[in-house]
């Protein structure tokens, strides 16, 4: 078992530099201060030669300090022996953006905690613990920054990276949150506490989900990395089990899993230098914190004034920019315990009433003269409590709240930690006291850690109705390793960064008018996309030329359909090659065709169900076809060369040879899509897929001269070559990525509007991840398929939109009316973004002077004069 700092190796020289320093500075300490001073330097390198030496030998630690934590033994498994009969297991819990939830999310939440708490028996324990670790704008960068690769884009990643580093130079100090739930429950050994503890997490598993979170069980090397933490803050724990057996012999080393986390040395009540009112100083013990290596600690109780209790509480405080270690020990009741505890607190406050209106009579006096508000609010409560516990089904628990902080000095920790802790706790009516006194900072420094047992003798009693308000979730970070920059989170100021290739539902839809910054942050995503990920490639759909220059200027390739275009692409195209299953490639290529014949003659009228003579014909038709592919594709099928894929004359030679009235009609149809001169003559050579281009990463599609003629056939054709283009990228080791602009115009047309829905079913698995954009909300909302690929999609990007659509879609994504309102006339580029249901506003600007602004712009002013 070893740790590894997480410093550089300069940073690492720099600390035991400072470790080897023989001798502290005591310029202008008196002798007797001095002579302090240095006893505790000399004690300090004493303490951590020992350590080092038994460490070297793989002995045993100090028992002072391996004794001052206390659990008996941590398993594999993660179950942890507290002390005989009493075992626990902890739980990563998966943390949400409460802050940012609708009203009636936080109802649903609240609920759903009483009925967890409900769950437990008094045999059992709750703790949640809520880690709260300062992250340096370093750490920030190190996510963020893009690394360099060999394809001709450095200098764009250059200037990206200048613009981040710029923008984490101006942010706030950020924080990292984890929240962890201990359960702890009486047993005989550990197998049957493994068992009730499985059966304990299993129950609420489900319920965590339906929030929006979950549960991971940590194994026993995880649970002791985080106890480590407390002691070894800068460092990460590296725990081998193979430690605590000798592998020659089999038998225990006499290591234990606490020689893994414990300190190198413990001081409670510390001597410290106290400054005088004459402006000398004197030694003292200072009995509120305690010294852990090299920084000091202190853990404070936190006692709620009585009154209700905010769900905010615990969010915003925890929210504090500082290392901190937030606790809640939760102890349920019996039915009968909280009936019995709730009857003597009736009786105690109808006593203490009794006792003053008797006083106010033996003075002549009116009964209510002698009732502060303080004496009528406690009746009041003695009431609730009573219909609560009585009537209500709710339990009373046994509750403490605490927490650690630490600095590196005693005055930091007291004049700077501490006191910034009581003013983030004042502003909730909670007061934060350091607990005095050796034992009693021992008892609250293993409260702390993760064990599952209140050591704090200093319990409140409340309601599941008020455990229940004390919301642990505080906020989820977006700042997934390789993610893409998306801006800022408008409340936190923390830095978005999303990887959708993680999400469970990873397609994205953008709303947003025109102006409101919509293609601007679809070109900056699709950028990164390219920068950040080399095996990706980008596809882009649009019926105007608004991302011809974006394309253009990264070397991609743009392609026209419509009057006057030059590009040609062929439907009947297959790379036999790259197919497994060439019957299944064949048949899959049969159904296609039919499809886009249909576009073709009945312009997708079969697929939408509202021609019946059309679906009857098409049934025929679909059998005719099926008879010419394999004299169409027979040629190929021997050679497989390029030269012999057919065209789409071919298909319509076959068909007008057929005696079937149908075949000759629609090779009659086709013959408009067969030759160069006629309104479809795109799709009359033989030129393949626009897309056969490993060497290129960018392609761009644009629809803005295509007639109704050409229209639908080509909105199918792309929709199904983009399908075709994820499958064989897939094989090849390629990402794909495509964007569909106003993607309400594939919708139009049902047959595309089919094979686009499929794709966003179906894509995951090939690696395919689609945007849809528009800025037609009600669109979306009122056409059927339109409105499931919403429902599938598990990031939405909301930017400026009409009031009326921004309440719509507000409705629909359950957002509340605050946030709504990032959505109605924010400034350019800002908004909201939802990422799987958790919802968050968003800002961003990039500055004007630089080549990615010109890239990313489509703004007529600043694109005037360059080629379209």
């Known amino acids: 078992m070893r740790r590894k700092s997480e410093s550089t190796s300069a940073a690492k020289r720099e600390a035991h530099d400072r470790a080897d320093a023989a001798m502290p500075d005591v310029a202008g300490l008196t002798v007797k201060q001095a002579e302090m001073a240095l006893a505790e330097a000399r004690n300090r390198e004493r303490e951590r030669r020992e350590y080092e030496r038994r460490k070297a030998k793989g002995k045993p630690l100090s028992k002072i300090t391996q004794d001052a934590i206390r659990y008996e033994k941590c398993f594999e498994s993660g179950v942890v022996k507290v002390e005989k009969g009493l075992y626990s297991i902890t739980c990563d819990v998966d943390n949400m953006d409460y802050r940012n939830l609708g009203e009636s999310e936080k109802e649903a939440l609240y609920v759903r905690l009483l009925r967890v708490y409900n769950l437990f028996e008094p045999t059992t324990h709750l703790q949640w613990s809520v880690i709260v670790r300062v992250v340096g704008r370093r ?19 250059d200037e990206v990276n200048e613009v981040l580093t710029d923008r984490a130079s101006k942010g706030k100090t950020d924080i990292e949150t984890r929240l962890l739930l201990t359960i702890c429950t009486k047993a005989d050994n550990e197998a049957e506490a493994q068992s009730i503890l499985d059966g304990l997490v299993k129950d609420i598993r489900p319920d965590f989900e339906s929030m929006g979170s979950g549960l991971t069980v940590l194994s026993g090397a995880e649970w002791l990395e985080i106890v480590a933490g407390v002691f070894w803050p800068s460092d990460v724990l590296v725990f081998d089990w193979a430690t605590l057996v000798d592998t020659k012999t089999g038998k225990a080393t006499g290591l234990t899993t606490k020689d893994a986390v414990a300190p190198m040395s ?3 009540e510390p001597r410290i230098l106290k400054p005088r009112p004459n402006g000398t100083t004197s030694v003292v013990k200072d009995s509120g914190i305690y010294r852990c290596n090299d920084f000091y600690a202190s853990t404070l109780l936190l006692r709620k004034s009585p009154g209700m209790i905010d769900d905010r509480m615990v969010s915003v405080i925890t929210s504090t920019p500082m290392d901190m270690m937030f606790t809640i020990h939760m102890q349920p009741m019996s039915a009968e315990s909280s009936r019995k505890a ?8 109808e006593g203490d009433t009794h006792d003053r209106a008797k006083e106010a009579r033996r003075e002549n006096m009116p009964a209510g003269v002698y009732m502060t508000s303080k004496h009528v609010d406690r009746a009041q409560d003695a009431e609730e409590l009573k219909k609560e516990v009585q009537f209500g089904g709710h339990k009373l628990f046994y509750t403490t709240m605490s927490a650690h902080v630490r600095a590196e000095t005693p005055d930091d920790l007291k004049l700077e930690q501490i006191p910034k802790l009581q003013r983030a706790c004042g502003r909730w009516g909670v007061s934060a006291t350091p607990l005095s006194g050796r034992e009693r900072q021992k008892d609250a420094m293993n409260a702390t850690l993760p064990i599952g047992k209140n050591f704090i003798n200093a319990p409140s009693t409340m309601t599941t109705a008020n455990v229940g308000a004390l919301i642990p979730f505080t906020s989820r970070r977006y700042q997934d390793p390789g993610g893409i920059y998306w801006g800022v989170d408008a409340e936190s100021e923390d830095f978005i960064m999303l990887d959708r290739t993680a999400l469970g539902a990873p397609h994205q839809m953008v709303f947003g008018i025109t102006g409101s910054g919509k293609s601007f942050g679809l070109c900056r995503e699709n950028l990164q996309i390219l920068l950040r990920r080399p095996r990706a490639k980008v596809y882009i759909a649009s019926p ?3 991302y011809k220059p974006f394309v253009q200027l990264l070397g991609g390739k743009w392609f026209e359909v419509g009057a006057g275009s030059k590009d ?3 439907v009947m195209s297959i790379n036999i090659d790259q197919v497994e299953d060439v019957e299944q490639a064949i048949a899959d290529k049969a159904e296609y065709l039919m499809g886009q014949v249909e576009c073709m003659l009945y312009k997708g009228a079969v697929m939408d169900g509202k021609d019946t003579r059309a679906a009857k014909e098409a049934t025929l038709l679909y059998s005719c076809i099926q008879d010419c592919i394999p004299k169409v594709y027979g040629r190929y099928l021997d050679t497989h060369r390029a030269e012999d894929v057919p065209v789409l004359a071919q298909l319509a030679d076959e068909l007008g040879d057929m005696k079937v009235p149908v075949a000759r009609d629609a090779a009659q149809a ?20 626009p897309f056969d281009d490993d060497d290129c990463r960018l392609f761009g599609v644009g629809f803005r001269n295509a007639g109704d003629i050409i229209k639908a056939p080509a909105l199918f054709a792309f929709t199904d070559m983009f399908w075709r283009q994820a499958v064989m990228n897939k094989v090849k080791g390629y990402e794909t990525w495509v964007l569909f602009d106003e993607f309400q115009t594939f919708m139009d047309w049902p047959i595309a509007a089919q094979y686009f829905l499929k794709a966003w079913m179906e894509g995951r698995k090939y690696d395919l991840y689609q945007t849809g954009a528009t800025q037609n909300v009600l669109a979306v909302l009122e056409n059927a398929k339109a409105s499931r690929a919403l429902d599938n999609s598990g990031v939405v990007t909301m930017y400026n939109m009409a009031h009326d659509d921004a309440r719509e879609l507000a409705e629909r994504l359950h957002m509340s009316e605050r946030q709504m309102r990032y959505t109605v006339n924010p400034p350019e580029g ?17 500055p004007k002077g630089t080549e990615t602004y010109k890239v990313f712009t489509s703004k007529p002013k600043e694109t005037k004069g360059r080629a379209m």
Do not use: C
């Not at 750490?139 to 990643?157: A, K, M, N, T």
């Not at 709730?342 to 406050?349: G, K, Q, S």
């Open 544 to 546: 105007g030329l608004a």
């Open 139 to 157: 750490s920030i960068l190190d996510e963020v920054l893009i690394s360099h690769q060999p394809d001709g884009l450095d200098r764009l990643r």
């Open 670 to 689: 086709l013959s408009l899509f067969t030759t160069t001169t006629a309104v479809g003559g795109q799709f009359s050579q033989r030129d393949g897929s």
């Open 830 to 846: 800002h908004g909201v973004l939802s990422v799987m249901g958790s919802v968050m506003p968003f800002k961003d600007s990039w």
């Open 568 to 570: 040609y692409f062929n």
């Open 266 to 268: 413990l001081a409670f």
């Open 342 to 349: 709730t009857d003597a607190y009736i009786a105690a406050v």
